[in-house]
């Protein structure tokens, strides 16, 4: 994995941890994001996550966003490169 990949997964279990201790969401949302972010946390710390892999963590993250409605989506499907869940919930950004 890049190091650019490597920061992404790590940006993104950053976002979810941040997310998690805020307790916003329902249980169900909470528990899907929970598992995605052990997955994403164990990806950010090995060279041999692929691209493949981070695309299906960000999958997986909008799925949880989408369907308890945390936050607007700029975009009707797919993951967003201005991502309003990471940008609430990193601490470089959700401070602003």
Same mark, same amino acid.
């Given at each position: 994995?890049?190091?650019? &990949? ?8 950053? /976002? ?7 307790? =916003?969401? @329902? !249980? ?13 946390? &164990? ?8 691209? /493949? ?7 997986? =993250?909008? @799925? !949880? ?32």
């Amino acid at each position: 994995m890049a190091n650019w &990949e490597r920061r992404e997964a790590d940006t993104l279990a950053e /976002a979810i941890g941040k997310h998690l201790k805020q307790s =916003v969401g @329902t !249980a169900v949302e909470n528990q899907l994001l929970a598992l995605v972010q052990k997955q994403v946390d &164990e990806a950010s710390t090995t060279v041999s996550t692929t691209p /493949a892999e981070l695309t299906r963590f960000r999958s997986l =993250v909008c @799925t !949880a966003c989408r369907s308890g409605k945390l936050y607007n989506c700029d975009v009707p499907q797919g993951w967003s490169e201005n991502c309003a869940f990471v940008y609430a919930n990193t601490t470089e950004f959700g401070q602003l």
